[in-house]
């Protein structure tokens, strides 16, 4: 039997973490990235970013200093994690991490809910209702269909929205001592599942690395 040739590795910047450019991160679209590949059992070669120094190498690659941005091996550098995780999905189609056309924008506001409510300095204008809108309708859409976005299997959808909602567990913890209600026992469970994931764990930054990631903005 012919012997199956294995990708050729790719290689990928993503975010160092604030003070210790050694160590990976907090952003959660390179971690998405990272997921997808490891999930993929793609190999992969990681080049830390500190996004405070961005090395001259980074600037003439990715002039816009954007991270993550992925070399599939060709030389060319691709941005933006939807479009690298289609790419990724397309060149290595196993396992399938497609999710289905109806059900990929389920959660979508999350993030962005998250974030303004995050910022806000002003308890009536109505962030933090918002998040919590968004998250009882993933909570409803996982009633109906979960336990993950696509019922049983895990996809592109679970590993955009996992390393956001981890952020959101923390920062909101963390800056304003509010957490996912208890209530929403889909969201929580839907949450200890991703997140306890190997790859998972492997691609995470530490939990202190993403405080500080978040301090200047939330204090701005």
């Given at each position: 039997?012919a012997?199956v040739?294995?990708?050729e590795p790719?290689?990928?910047?993503v975010k160092?973490a604030?003070g210790?450019p050694?160590?990976?991160?907090?952003?959660p679209?390179?971690?998405?990235?990272?997921?997808?590949?490891?999930?993929?059992n793609?190999p992969?070669?990681?080049?830390l970013?500190?996004?405070?120094?961005k090395?001259?190498?980074?600037?003439?690659?990715?002039?816009e200093?954007k991270?993550?941005?992925?070399?599939?091996?060709d030389?060319?550098w691709?941005q933006d994690?939807d479009?690298?995780?289609?790419i990724?999905?397309?060149?290595?189609?196993?396992?399938?991490?497609?999710?289905?056309?109806?059900y990929?924008?389920?959660g979508?506001?999350i993030?962005?809910s998250?974030?303004?409510?995050?910022r806000?300095k002003?308890?009536?204008d109505?962030?933090?209702?918002?998040?919590?809108?968004?998250?009882?309708?993933?909570?409803d859409?996982?009633k109906d269909?979960?336990?993950f976005v696509?019922?049983?299997?895990?996809?592109?959808?679970d590993?955009?929205?996992?390393p956001?909602?981890?952020?959101?567990?923390?920062t909101?913890?963390h800056f304003?001592?509010?957490?996912?209600?208890e209530?929403?026992?889909?969201v929580?469970?839907y949450?200890?599942e991703l997140?306890?994931k190997d790859?998972?764990?492997?691609?995470?930054?530490a939990?202190e690395h993403?405080?500080?990631?978040?301090?200047?903005?939330?204090n701005?």
């Open positions: 039997m012997d040739a294995s990708p790719v290689t990928v910047c160092a604030a210790a050694d160590v990976l991160g907090d952003c679209f390179c971690q998405r990235v990272l997921l997808t590949l490891e999930e993929k793609v992969y070669e990681l080049k970013i500190d996004l405070s120094e090395p001259q190498w980074f600037l003439e690659i990715n002039p200093g991270v993550p941005v992925i070399d599939f091996g030389g060319k691709v994690s479009v690298i995780t289609v990724i999905e397309e060149k290595y189609p196993n396992p399938s991490l497609v999710t289905p056309p109806e990929a924008t389920v979508s506001k993030f962005s998250f974030v303004k409510f995050l806000s002003d308890p009536s109505g962030s933090e209702q918002a998040l919590a809108d968004e998250l009882h309708a993933l909570e859409h996982l269909h979960g336990p696509n019922g049983e299997k895990i996809s592109a959808a590993f955009s929205l996992a956001k909602l981890f952020h959101l567990e923390v909101l913890g304003k001592g509010w957490s996912v209600p209530n929403l026992t889909c929580q469970n949450m200890k997140f306890s790859s998972f764990i492997k691609t995470g930054a939990k993403i405080i500080t990631g978040w301090g200047p903005k939330v701005a």
